[in-house]
């Protein structure tokens, strides 16, 4: 088992910048490739990052390429997603995935969620 605990949401204008974290506690993190997604309102989740357990591969979404960068650390259990150059359609409820494989947590298939973060973008 796995548990994770997203944090670092809150309120920015449009053009700023956050860093969210996902803390995870059980099983050994550094053998689980990590992901983040997002959920607006009245629309379906979708798939944002995802790296390794290694780091050595990172995949985007087209949405934020350039803009959001995923890490880990491994020492720390802990995957982040910094994100800039905020605007009005990144607002959504983020939330980190886990799985042992990372197709699966690209195919948004992950064995593991968090219960997410609020991200808010004011215009």
């Known amino acids: 088992q796995v548990q994770l605990v997203e944090s670092g949401g809150g309120l920015v204008q449009a053009g700023g910048s956050l860093r969210l974290s996902c803390a995870a506690s059980?099983?050994?993190?550094?053998?689980?490739?990590m992901g983040w997604f997002r959920q607006a309102p009245g629309k379906e989740r979708e798939f944002v990052a995802a790296?390794?357990?290694?780091?050595?591969?990172?995949y985007y979404a087209d949405s934020v390429k350039a803009r959001f960068t995923i890490s880990r650390d491994n020492a720390k259990n802990t995957v982040y997603l910094q994100m800039k150059s905020l605007n009005p359609e990144d607002t959504a409820i983020y939330y980190c995935?886990?799985?042992?494989?990372?197709?699966?947590?690209?195919?948004?298939?992950?064995?593991?969620w968090g219960q997410g973060t609020q991200v808010t973008v004011s215009s």
């Open positions: 790296i390794t357990w290694s780091g050595g591969h990172i």
């Open positions: 059980g099983r050994a993190f550094s053998s689980y490739a």
């Open positions: 995935a886990a799985d042992t494989l990372f197709r699966l947590v690209v195919r948004h298939e992950s064995d593991y």
